[in-house]
DNA sequence: CCGGTTTATGACAGCGCTGTCATCCGGCAC
DNA sequence: GTGCCGGATGACAGCGCTGTCATAAACCGG
């Protein structure tokens, strides 16, 4: 510690437009350094200390607008990009979030991820994306390696996780959101709806609008599993058993809902409503149909789940189940937010669903 | 520099299960540290130096297999979750792949990230996920909030971008792969086809099989408009014009398919034919034409772009011209993989695209 | 048993940023 | 003039990891 420069040369203060001074600026470049401008260059440049450029980007009503004013202009003029890896590690925020998910290929998921991302893009946070396959298989290990990055939250799909991930959540000590489904236990938040209500409510419908033959063309999903489970219970209370059921693998999609229609009216005992797990099966039963020259609702009457974009525009148009599916995303999305900023938050919000009466039914 | 203590002690190297060996744990709490366990903390639990940790995590070869095995004992045992901010700062290496699409709300650029995601995690990188909407009018913003993370490589989605942009990619020298079109000029590497030509095909196919009459149904979008530039110059140079067109807002979907047919039903000159610009839109105009009691494609044609998943399915099964996406997420991820390893690439990737005749044409 | 090579492991510094506390300065009440 | 206060700015020490080079141990042929 003898000849150590002074770190920074001290701006004129007051001066308006001060002279972005420089002389010894050894840009000696060690072997290790990235080549890109650093925070450090550009406090150089500007003639400041490095945190005053840090308080100018992050939190500038920290600066004097003079300050400000000079220390934008060199970063713009520099090109200057910070390094948020290097701010995460130091602040222990990386401003990423992680969105755990079964897949984005079908819209369902799709939505709310887009909310997620939107949202929280406003806020400065990225989302990093997950996809855990069908059934969720691999989302231990992706989770393991997801917290690896310091989200400073987690968006996780449904409310079934294997013990070892529910542990490495808590101990990472952040912000989760379940979702797409309703516990009273959740791991920290949660935004869903209830999917046994939901099968209890659809069968009162259809049995309510006379059908008696009820059947279910029926994604292997485990969120499905409960609706099913709600369906036939409320179904037995009416007197109605026998539900005819083809299970067909997740997730669905029209090439499977016209197989699921085609094994259900081969069968012993064709229905005369069917009840999908999903609008994309349901478009599948209904060309299906269609196909086959049912008349819908009059030989058989549809119901999807859901209430996805082109529901209302099937011909005819198809009766769902809608879900608020930009909701699920947006609520988890402000949820993690209030959370960053310590105020006070829903633990557990329900955001139900709604018979959507069409043509189909 | 005097009574620094070692920082770690030293296995007895050759015996089989070295005692984790612990007394002078001062596990003094630093205000900044994390609190989580730590490279440094596995370290002096297992009795080794922090580097042979990290070198047991990501070169376990340098490592010998007795010291390997004890040191990754002590890592499952603490429940130690490594840090890749910090890693990522140090080596460079963020292990993070930015994806720029418009929506993954469509499923055809949601497949391809997919994967793309699937392919890049199975070596370790993540998708930091942008959408930049329809037109891509958030892509300058939000290339410059990505890029601070320092991303390995990024994935653009088509080849228009703003020189500023251009700008930024370039300035951060990783590689780079447009895709979902072709140019011969790419900022770094490129997966994609041939719209105009694509168009062309579609032109001659359709002038071939008799159909004078056409329309297109087509969503304002910018690849979208080199295709249709193709298709009326083809349709041209056979003798074919006044084309009519329905314009409609991107992206495309069932309602807008719908409705962009209608339009040219009742318009001046109604096609026997029309090409749309998305699978989905086709479905639309399908859906429309069964409304109206047409017959296809006897009173009318329909022919798709995409071949998106439920095409071959429709009733009547949908003509269209298919695209490999999954291959746009696979290729793109070798391409980048290729890259990090300084093996050749391949700059310019052509998929092509191939007609498929169904029922609808 | 020797010098030279290979293999395993470690010390150290530093990646680029921010939390924390210190310093400086002008303004203000008395 | 004095002491105090608050606002603006800065120095410093890390955050948790890895690149780099040094060192020690193991190996090897003659």
């Known amino acids: 510690m003898s000849d150590s420069l ?44 490095p945190i005053t450029v840090s308080r100018a980007i992050n939190r500038p009503e920290l600066v004097t607008k003079d300050t400000l004013e000079h220390v934008r202009e060199v970063i713009a003029r520099s090109g200057y990009v910070p390094n948020l890896l290097a701010g995460g590690l130091a602040s222990k ?122 059947g279910l063309v029926w994604a292997s999903d485990e969120r499905a599993a409960v609706r099913r489970r709600g369906f036939e ?31 259900l009216l081969d069968g012993p005992q064709p229905p005369d409503a069917v009840f999908c797990s999903s609008d994309a099966l349901a478009q599948g039963v209904l060309t299906e149909a269609q196909a086959r020259g049912l008349s819908v609702p009059g030989d058989l009457a549809i119901m999807g789940f859901g209430d996805l974009e082109f529901a209302p525009y099937t011909y005819p148009a198809l009766s769902t189940v809608r879900i608020d599916r930009q909701a699920i995303g947006r609520l988890s999305a402000e949820a993690m937010l209030a959370r960053f900023e310590d105020k006070p938050v829903e633990k557990i919000v329900d955001i139900g669903f709604e018979i959507v009466e069409r043509e189909s039914t």
């Open 93 to 214: 925020r990386s401003r990423l979030v992680a969105a755990i998910v079964p897949t984005i290929g079908n819209s369902i998921f799709a939505e709310a991820v887009e909310c997620l991302t939107d949202r929280l893009g406003e806020a400065g946070y990225k989302v990093l994306l997950g996809l855990s396959g069908y059934p969720a298989s691999r989302e231990d290990e992706l989770l393991a390696t997801v917290l690896s990055r310091r989200p400073d939250a987690v968006f996780l799909t449904g409310i079934t996780h294997s013990p070892q991930s529910r542990q490495r959540l808590l101990a990472a000590k952040i912000p989760v959101v379940e979702t797409w489904d309703l516990t009273p236990t959740p791991i920290d938040m949660l935004v869903g709806f209830s999917h046994e209500k939901l099968g209890r409510a659809v069968a009162a419908y259809l049995i309510g609008k006379g059908y008696r033959r009820l």
């Open 6 to 49: 002074p770190t920074h040369t001290k701006r004129k203060p007051g001066k308006k437009a001060p002279q972005p001074d420089q002389k010894k600026a050894a840009p000696r470049t060690s072997s290790r350094s990235s080549g890109s401008v650093t925070l450090e260059e550009v406090a150089r440049m500007a003639g400041v200390a």
């Open 233 to 263: 219970e409320a179904a037995a209370e009416r007197g109605v058993t026998d539900i005819q059921v083809a299970i067909l693998p997740a997730p669905g999609n029209l090439k499977l809902g016209r197989e699921g229609l085609a094994k």
